[in-house]
Structure formats: structure tokens, C-alpha cells
């Protein structure tokens, strides 16, 4: 029984399945006796944990997509940094501040860490 729905599951879109897959998660709340009259390979089936493309997942895309940009931003952000703490001894505060783009606190703690 189960292999025939696994391979209708298959055969669906990603959307069609996980709406499929949430009603059939609803129904066996709602019955639960129809664990009764499933096989007992069913049941051993059913114990097995329930896989899930992560490469297939939203969420999980959007959570990949959110730390890359982060870390984009972090990169971006440390070389600016860099920049600032190597023009330290020839410019002021606020030209490193205009030139580098990060504001004149962080340069005057750059300033106060680095000389």
C-alpha cells in the first residue's frame, strides 16, 4: 500500500506532493486506527525517518541564500577595515571615514586598536 502511494508521490510536483504529503499527515491524526489495517512492512516503513531534498527546500535555499549574503557582507565589511587600518598613518579620521565607507566611531576604534 505504501509503495503504491510512494510511487504516486513520485510521479506529482514538489508542490503537489507537499500538499499531498500534509493531508495524508492529517488524515493518520485524525484515524488512528488506519495504522491498524496497514501491513506490518508498512508499519516498519512508516518508522523510518521521513526524507527531505534539502536542495529542494525553500527553507533551506533561503537560509543558504541569507548566510551567503551575510558573509558577503562580513567580507565586504573586513575589507573595508583593512583599507581603513592601512591608510591610518597618512589620513585623518574623517577622510578614511568618506573614502573607505564605514562610519568615523569605527575608524577612531581602528585608530585607537591599530597605532
Known amino acids: 500500500m505504501l509503495q503504491k502511494l510512494s510511487k504516486k508521490l513520485n510521479t506529482l ?3 503537489r506532493k507537499e500538499d499531498y504529503v500534509r493531508k495524508l499527515l ?4 485524525l ?3 488506519l495504522y491498524d489495517i496497514i501491513t506490518k512492512e ?3 516503513e512508516l518508522s523510518m525517518p521521513f526524507v527531505i531534498d534539502k536542495f529542494k527546500d525553500p527553507f533551506y ?6 548566510g551567503i549574503e551575510k558573509g558577503k557582507l562580513e567580507g565586504r565589511l573586513e575589507e573595508q577595515r583593512a583599507i ?11 577622510t578614511i571615514s568618506q573614502k573607505v565607507g564605514l562610519n ?3 575608524v577612531k576604534k581602528l585608530r585607537e586598536k591599530h597605532l
Open 26 to 29: 492529517f488524515l493518520f491524526r
Open 104 to 106: 568615523i566611531k569605527e
Open 31 to 33: 484515524r488512528p486506527n
Open 61 to 66: 535555499k533561503e537560509g543558504i541564500e541569507k
Open 42 to 44: 508498512t508499519k516498519e
Open 13 to 15: 510536483s514538489e508542490k
Open 84 to 94: 581603513a587600518i592601512s591608510l591610518l598613518d597618512i589620513l585623518d579620521d574623517k
